[in-house]
């Protein structure tokens, strides 16, 4: 299966079919990000067969220009924000070089193997969380599940509550689960920084044989 696949199954789905009416109705009302031919960006660029991570965001960047369709990532000319920095920040003090994405767009990360996904894949401009709970997370939680079915020793870095709720969707005995609390500035001081999530994403994909990430 590619993700074109997988995700045209669920466009057949009743929910799926009940959200689309919703979404094209919000982005002719008001102002939605990431742009409409970006928000399955991350599927694009992550191929299903080269799946190494998955990285759980929670929605897009609600300010202008933010958004590209990859969870925590910027376009390379917008200023980077606070949780990016932190993550560039962490990146730093676990390997002991600074990222390869300094300028937050993180399109290298997808295209080697890491899944950026938001469990929300719209949002109104300057309203944080303004499509949940309309249908994005069955969507999600149904890409999650295929994942943890079909594919094996995927690594799921959960950030944050939200995302480590979703932990009940992945079947911890064919995948690789590092939890911390989320990057953002409110919380990374209590865990992100130290977590040394991505020496061990790497240990992990070296202990099976699995070219590392370039973070």
Known sequence: MTWEEVIEQEKQK??????????DKKYEM???????????????????DNLKVVILGQDPYHGKGQAQGLA????????????MQNILKEINEDLQRPS??????LTPWAKQGVLLLNTVLTVEESKAASHQNI?????TDNIIKYISQNCKDIVFL????????????????????????????LSAYRGFFGCKHFSQTNNILKSLAKEPINW
């Open 14 to 23: 009743d929910y799926y079919k009940n959200l689309k009416v919703q979404i």
């Open 30 to 48: 008001t102002t939605v990000f990431p742009p409409k031919e970006k928000i399955f960006r991350a599927f694009a660029l992550t191929k299903l």
């Open 72 to 83: 925590f990532s910027t376009p390379a000319n917008i200023k980077n924000p606070p949780s």
């Open 100 to 105: 390869y994405c300094l300028d937050g767009d």
């Open 135 to 139: 249908g994005w997370e069955v969507f």
């Open 158 to 185: 959960l950030w944050g509550s939200p995302a480590i709720k979703k932990r009940v969707l992945i079947d911890e005995k064919k995948h690789h689960i590092l939890t911390t609390v989320h990057p953002s500035p």
